[in-house]
């Protein structure tokens, strides 16, 4: 179970800029961090660790984009959100 989600200063002012993130990818990252809350595991995310590591995690937001996080305990730290070639 997931008690806390958070997100680092800079990726908020990004998520806020109109020029970074279009809307669609923003409402569909909110959309991924309420499912990864309610079920980790729910198919569409594709929730997994990153080849090669044990700590970081991603999930697809879309075709284009991921999400990186480190989850510690019950709690989770985005990293990143990038489009998947710029991410590996």
Same mark, same amino acid.
């Given at each position: 179970m997931i008690s806390k989600i958070h997100i680092p200063e800079h990726l908020i002012k990004s998520l806020? *800029? %109109?020029?970074?993130? *279009? %809307?669609p990818i923003k409402e569909k990252f909110y959309?991924?961090?309420?499912?990864?809350?309610?079920?980790?595991?729910?198919p569409s995310l594709r929730?997994?660790?990153v080849k090669g590591t044990t700590d970081i995690w991603e999930f697809s937001i879309n075709k284009n984009y991921r999400c990186l996080y480190r989850k510690v305990g019950?709690?989770?730290?985005?990293?990143?959100?990038a489009k998947h070639e710029d991410a590996f």
């Open positions: 806020k *800029s %109109k020029k970074k993130f *279009s %809307k959309w991924c961090l309420d499912m990864l809350v309610e079920d980790s595991q729910y929730n997994k660790t019950d709690e989770i730290f985005i990293l990143a959100i």
